[in-house]
């Protein structure tokens, strides 16, 4: 979309959906504008926490299986956009678009099949999906049909859910890998099988959440400095909660892997990492006397989120990154 087109009171209103809660209510998609303007900006910010998910997933060795991909709630269709232009438009057998507002399928469909000319693309449910996207859709959704999303997941291959990183849908996704995870491997964010660590009582205040990051360019740009003003949001502030599961005999982290939780808090000698294991959740400490580059590399914002540690007790002792290659 051209950005002087952009309907920024179109956006003043989704957002006020979205934030009362009351998008859920009924279809919000008014005209094709709409979907253009959100695609222009929201669904961007989305974009970027999927292509932070999916970095995650080739670190991980994760590749998709070569299955119909069907995007539930595609609303403009980013999920899927992120999906194909990472992992290439061959990387599946066709594209499937849903959304309760036919406006939104149609858009959906018409941008793939702009952006993808060789890959079919179809719209509406199908009963048994190959590979499922579900992106930012929790909020608007009532139990019955979470529940009925879930029955389908639970059909699929491999499912990929990102939802915002706010404690209530943390707690719904890791309600929903509860209900799933006898049924497939849990790729990520977990690196282990076992029940969810947050669901222990002393966890209760936490949840599973983690930062993506917007390209630098956003920072210098009118545009998008425009658009964080007018809705009321700091850019660099990407924070999703999400699940991978997958059928599929997956190759196992190695032992001990640990996946860090949230932002570290990083204090002069040492840093707070909340760690996630097959033990549980658990904040370890990171002392800089101890391990001097590693603690930098947090300080920085630059630590790997993956991690095999050495441990004594909660202090990290040894701290190798863990990569497919
Ligand atoms: C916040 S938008 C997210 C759109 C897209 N998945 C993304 O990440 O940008 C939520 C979408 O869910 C759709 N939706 C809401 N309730 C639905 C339902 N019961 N069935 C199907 N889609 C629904 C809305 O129409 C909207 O397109």
Redesign the pocket.
Known sequence: MDRNTIDWSALERLRTA?LAGT??AG???QSVADLASYDAT??QR?GWKWDYVLAELTRRGWSPPRRELL??????G??ARAFLDHFGADAVRKLRV????SQ?MDFAARRARTKYPGLEVAIGLTESPGVVLV???LT??DAE?TSSLVDLAARAESVLWIEPGTYEASRALIAIRDRLRDHFNVVAPCTHQTACGMLAPQNQRHWCHHFASPPSAVFTDGYWARFANLIGIDLRDLPLSFLVLDKRSDAPMPSGAARVIGHPRVYKAHALLLGCDADGVHERQLAKRTLPEEFRRWKKGEGCVLQVWQREGDAITGAVDIASD
């Open positions: 979205f998008a859920g279809d919000y998609w929201f669904a989305i995007d539930w709630g595609c609303g403009s980013i999920a849903w959304d309760r507002s939104a992106s930012h859709v608007e959704l049909t």
